[in-house]
DNA sequence: CCTACCGATCGGTAGG
DNA sequence: CCTACCGATCGGTAGG
């Protein structure tokens, strides 16, 4: 076992930095975001869980809809750094594609709380908010494309339609927002590394199927 | 080609039954639900969409929540249905596997209006409502772990984990009403084969690699 | 199924 | 960052 890998515990999350009140406030909306939703949130409830008056929400944000939007932006920024690192990481297109996968999901649970409010809330942003946002997604999905669209080009992968498999392969990191539970049985790493797998499935990767023999490089753990 | 296969065009979909009013209403709930969610829609949004006053959705409906449990009852119910008719339409677990995708992931393109309001606003539900609900979800889940058990143990699918596989061929159709687009260039059958094709890649399915000669008929097509 | 209305709560602001 | 308050809107009901 090398130093910092494998089965270091959970690392502390970054959280909102600058000023602790606003980070505070951001905090509490997070979390009712999250499980209410920002529909069902009142800033109010937002001041409440901070400790502050209800005016003390308009000290630090201009709206209600403009926490939502730092806390999106924040979230799905975080969301593609973890997939620009990943590909960074590797040098080929089964190691790439299994380490944005494995860490794409493991994100989705470890910050299911953000992530709730990331891919399910961009209904209640701003139009020009949204745009935003919109902008940052599609860097995630073309980055995700790219790798699929490299490893079908190597013969690395074996895909009938790179559109869909690159849905598919977003959708299963997506939808771990929806259904994980922190008190469940599985942790976030183990949740990451059975969707690597399956993902190298749905490529149709086989290791020592492809091309290149330097693939194997990038399989051995 | 048969009669009533494949290039049929889009069949009607089953709305709400029994008083005209009444399904007016559950229609006009189930759009803007799909759209706001619940906590941003209004009695008064439902009742105007509907053509009503603000008071006439309380002579069908006794609370804005029953209205969400009519709804996400009869949606969840809808896609157990879907699913049990797949399996009782294939006799083997590939065939069941493909179909049971294929018609699930079709099932939220084709549906994906009430499939959204389905699969992301339960929260909004009371306790005992959320709990009747959760059941036919257990439901659904109970039956394609069921068919993914059976593949492994006839030797047709190789599974490394048979949990996280089922989770992940839900997720899969689950996550379509979230990305689905109406005036996208996917149609939902067209969705329903490629994830078809996929799920059997996740479950390391190759025809011809089983213990069972009889597969075959299953995946000719 | 409508008009008219209830108390409660909403997002946001004035003024300090 | 607080108290006090604004007009608007909320879910739901009375009475017909």
Not at 149 to 163: M, N, Q, S, W
């Amino acid at each position: 076992m090398t130093s910092d890998d494998g089965a270091r515990p959970q690392r502390t999350d970054r959280r909102f930095t600058g000023d602790p009140t606003r980070a505070r406030l951001l905090e509490a909306a997070l979390d009712s975001f999250s499980t209410k939703g920002f529909h069902g949130t009142s800033t109010r409830m937002i001041a409440a869980r901070a400790g502050l008056s209800p005016a003390a929400v308009y000290v630090h944000h201009r709206t209600k809809e403009e926490i939502l939007f730092q806390i999106s932006r924040d979230g799905h920024q975080e969301a593609l750094d973890v997939v620009l690192a990943a590909i960074d990481s590797e040098a080929t297109p089964p190691g790439r594609l299994r380490a944005i996968v494995r860490d794409f999901a493991t994100w989705h649970a470890r910050r299911h709380t953000l992530a709730r409010v990331v891919q399910y809330e961009m209904a209640a942003l701003t139009p020009e908010h949204a745009d935003l946002i919109a902008a940052l997604r599609r860097h995630t999905h073309n980055a995700v494309r790219g790798v699929v669209l490299a490893g079908i080009e190597r013969g690395d992968f074996t895909v009938r339609d790179p559109e869909s498999t690159t849905v598919a392969l977003l959708s299963l990191g997506i939808d771990v927002a929806r259904w994980y539970r922190a008190d469940g049985a599985w942790t976030p790493q183990r949740v990451g590394e059975d969707y690597a797998e399956l993902a190298l499935r749905l490529v149709g990767h086989s290791p020592g199927a492809s091309r290149n023999q330097d693939d194997e490089a990038s399989l051995a753990r």
